[in-house]
């Protein structure tokens, strides 16, 4: 089986919206305001880049990486990785014929297909309101995370407010920065 791994910026209170400057939210790029960068705080992004064998992403943050991504140095071992594409709504035409294979899902129960498949680890990235849904279906095996030093109140999550049973998850990485960015792995336990 496949493990499933979400990658997300994330605010001390939760948020993950707009981390990067995306349009529309008051709190837009959050991440580079007022936090100086410091490179070794991101080293788990090139890590993820060269571990995982696939990506999954929601229809949102396809459109919003698809234009920008495929020509992008600091993401280009992505380039000709085979993506996925949870939506409902997606057609084969809204794909970008730049950025490598790219097969649509419908449903969760086809993302859980897609792990049962051979090959390494699948990674996604952004994707709030699919992150939540894989993590309240139980398909999410892993959780990366940078944590960053700032509380900002509204904003989509990254875990949903679904009333469920706890879920256990085990710490399997750590470390804070001068920044106060803490990375935090965490594998969920079954």
Known sequence: MRTLITSAFVSLDGVVEAPGGEEGYRNSGWTFKDIDFLPEAYEIKGREQGEATAMLLGRVSYEAFSPVWPGMADFA??????KYVVSTTLTEGDLVSDWGPTTILRTLDEVAALKETEGGPIIVHGSATLNRALADAGLV???HLLVFPVLLGAGKRLFSTTD?????????????????????????VR
């Open 164 to 188: 469920k049973d706890a879920q256990k998850l085990r710490l399997v990485e750590h470390e804070t920065y001068a920044n106060g960015i803490q990375k935090q792995v965490f594998d969920v």
């Open 77 to 82: 071992e992505y380039k000709e990785m085979p």
């Open 141 to 143: 095996d892993r959780f």
